[in-house]
């Protein structure tokens, strides 16, 4: 019989022993451990990642510091007992350099525990809650926060007549972030919030939430739901007449995401949101990036792409300073880099370990010039942003 107390003694062990045994540091093949819904409701973030990923590869070939850098794909299908499970399995027998992907909030926090107990260097490529890089000082964000992206959009709706608004957030830690840095900014800019509204992350259904929308009657309605779900939710915002009812749609560019925006149709143009990443950011980094991820994968690269895609660069470039070595040195490698990302350019925050970059007001527009496709299309950047929710 194992007792309560043996089996955490065992549990306490293997971390232990993980911390002393895991990644060799001279020899054989680096290992990095990529673990990402690829099954699920999450499945595009996982679909857009791994194809980040072995684009980076092709790119930049498998050889770091002359030792191969092999990627252990393994799917959590968004659970996150499955992630942590994953996690430990790769650290303790794979011997992983680096736990890296994490599609949402609930498995990069259930994980947290394991990259400080272990050493071992956590990339968060997608997760976007402002709280997750205070989890473990092992953890590094190549994604973006909710409050980065948020504040800009609450400042352009004020200034731009929208003088009362409802929120609609998922139900869960970007949500609320997303919900509580819209209100304060739009307050502070002389605005009214009528209402705050949530659903569910799992299966929700937005007829209820669309209802009250349409008897509160706001200026504008600002949503913030994950990358999957934009749109189901165009879809039903537009079969209740939402979009003929003078009520303005505003968002995250979660909402109009790349990975969906041709299927929405004409309902998602004009739609104002504010985002990180365009597949349309007009730069020769990001032209180049997004015709090498089309030619690859005939679908187009979104924001979760090129958080899988950075996160790749923050990787291989420790691992280069430190010659293949793991742990704390490669942590402290991935601190503070400086580089243009396909987004624009980006650095590593060494005191936060997370991602400064620009923020962009975009409008979701038919480009004639890119095969009359949908498009968020930039018209004003706020640069260098830093992620308001550690600005206490
Ligand atoms: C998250 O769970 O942190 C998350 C997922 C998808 C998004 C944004 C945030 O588009």
Same mark, same amino acid.
């Given at each position: 019989m194992i007792t309560?107390?043996h089996?955490l003694?065992?549990?306490?062990a293997?971390l232990?022993?993980?911390?002393?045994?895991?990644y060799?540091a001279d020899?054989?093949?680096i290992?990095?451990?990529?673990?990402?819904?690829?099954?699920?409701?999450?499945?595009?973030t996982?679909?857009?990642?791994?194809?980040?990923?072995?684009?980076?590869?092709?790119?930049n070939?498998?050889?770091v510091?002359?030792?191969?850098?092999e990627?252990?794909?393994?799917?959590?299908g968004?659970?996150p007992d499955a992630t942590?499970?994953?996690?430990?399995?790769?650290?303790?027998n794979?011997?992983?350099a680096v736990?890296a992907g994490?599609?949402?909030?609930?498995?990069?926090l259930?994980?947290?525990?394991?990259?400080?107990?272990?050493?071992?260097?956590?990339?968060v490529m997608?997760a976007?809650?402002?709280s997750?890089?205070q989890?473990?000082?092992?953890?590094?964000?190549?994604?973006?926060t909710?409050?980065?992206?948020?504040?800009?959009?609450?400042?352009?709706?004020?200034?731009?007549?929208?003088?009362?608004?409802?929120?609609?957030v998922a139900?869960?830690?970007?949500?609320f972030?997303a919900?509580?840095?819209?209100?304060?900014?739009f307050?502070?800019?002389?605005?009214?919030?009528?209402d705050k509204?949530?659903?569910p992350l799992?299966?929700p259904?937005?007829?209820?939430?669309?209802?009250k929308?349409?008897?509160?009657?706001?200026?504008a309605?600002?949503?913030?739901?994950?990358s999957?779900?934009?749109?189901? $939710? &165009?879809?039903?915002f537009?079969?209740r *007449?939402?979009?003929?009812?003078?009520?303005r /749609?505003? !968002? =995250?560019?979660?909402?109009?995401?790349d990975d969906?925006?041709?299927?929405?149709g004409d309902?998602?143009i004009g739609?104002?949101?504010?985002?990180?990443?365009s597949?349309?950011?007009?730069?020769?980094?990001n032209?180049?990036f997004v015709?090498?991820f089309?030619?690859?994968n005939k679908f187009?690269?979104? $924001? &979760?792409a090129v958080?899988g895609y950075? *996160?790749?660069?923050?990787?291989?470039?420790a /691992?280069? !300073? =430190?010659k293949?070595?793991?742990?704390e040195?490669?942590?402290?490698?991935?601190?503070?880099?400086?580089?243009e990302?396909?987004r624009?350019?980006v650095?590593i925050d060494?005191q936060?370990?997370?991602?400064?970059?620009?923020?962009?007001?975009?409008k979701?527009?038919?480009v004639?010039a890119?095969n009359?496709?949908l498009?968020?299309?930039?018209?004003?950047?706020?640069k260098?942003?830093k992620?308001?929710?550690k600005?206490?």
């Amino acid at each position: 019989m194992i007792t309560k107390r043996h089996a955490l003694k065992l549990a306490v062990a293997l971390l232990t022993s993980a911390a002393a045994s895991a990644y060799a540091a001279d020899t054989g093949p680096i290992k990095i451990g990529l673990i990402l819904p690829m099954t699920g409701q999450s499945a595009s973030t996982g679909r857009q990642i791994d194809a980040a990923v072995k684009l980076w590869m092709a790119q930049n070939g498998n050889k770091v510091a002359g030792r191969t850098v092999e990627v252990i794909l393994k799917d959590d299908g968004a659970v996150p007992d499955a992630t942590k499970r994953i996690a430990q399995e790769m650290i303790v027998n794979d011997k992983v350099a680096v736990i890296a992907g994490f599609g949402i909030t609930p498995t990069a926090l259930a994980t947290a525990p394991l990259a400080t107990q272990s050493k071992t260097p956590l990339v968060v490529m997608a997760a976007a809650t402002s709280s997750i890089t205070q989890a473990s000082p092992y953890i590094v964000r190549t994604s973006f926060t909710l409050p980065q992206v948020t504040v800009a959009i609450a400042d352009w709706a004020a200034k731009n007549k929208i003088k009362k608004a409802v929120t609609l957030v998922a139900d869960y830690g970007p949500g609320f972030d997303a919900e509580k840095f819209f209100d304060s900014q739009f307050r502070l800019d002389g605005g009214q919030v009528l209402d705050k509204l949530r659903t569910p992350l799992r299966a929700p259904d937005f007829a209820p939430v669309l209802q009250k929308v349409i008897d509160v009657k706001p200026d504008a309605l600002f949503v913030f739901l994950p990358s999957g779900q934009g749109a189901a $939710f &165009m879809k039903q915002f537009a079969e209740r *007449g939402l979009d003929k009812s003078g009520i303005r /749609l505003i !968002a =995250t560019g979660d909402v109009t995401d790349d990975d969906q925006l041709a299927e929405m149709g004409d309902v998602a143009i004009g739609v104002v949101n504010s985002h990180h990443y365009s597949a349309a950011h007009p730069s020769a980094t990001n032209k180049k990036f997004v015709a090498a991820f089309e030619a690859a994968n005939k679908f187009r690269p979104n $924001f &979760m792409a090129v958080g899988g895609y950075d *996160g790749m660069r923050v990787i291989y470039k420790a /691992l280069e !300073a =430190t010659k293949g070595a793991g742990g704390e040195a490669l942590l402290n490698a991935m601190k503070g880099q400086v580089f243009e990302s396909p987004r624009g350019p980006v650095l590593i925050d060494a005191q936060t370990r997370d991602i400064v970059q620009d923020v962009y007001i975009r409008k979701v527009e038919r480009v004639p010039a890119m095969n009359n496709g949908l498009y968020n299309v930039e018209f004003d950047v706020i640069k260098a942003v830093k992620d308001p929710g550690k600005q206490k």
